[in-house]
């Protein structure tokens, strides 16, 4: 699994876990006759739930950096959207939790490593 912030700039290291679902821009309620009303603009957009196992400290940095000075609107692109980084959309991130983890990768220990979460929308 390959995701980015920023057009391809700030890559999204290792996403053990993606969970995304559709939402429906639209609003419903009943009416006095038990009818279901539903104004909708027809749009659906994407949201997204990463799970970031192991990242280390600097690549976590720079995404909390990234999103805290733009207060989490940025760009975002994920594998399954087909395409290329190019084609991001404008989305909405916050990183939903954060523990500090232990792991080796490529024959390098990280003592300080990140895992952590992320909640994605797609903006219209």
Known sequence: MIAYFNDGAIPIPNPTAVKGSPIVNADASRTAGNYLRVDSTGE??????????????DEYEAIFDHLSLRYGVTTFWIDTMGGTPANSIDAYAVITNADRVMFSRDGTFHSDGVAFSLHIEQMG
């Open 44 to 57: 659906w957009m994407g949201q997204w739930d990463l799970d970031i196992k192991y990242a280390t400290r």
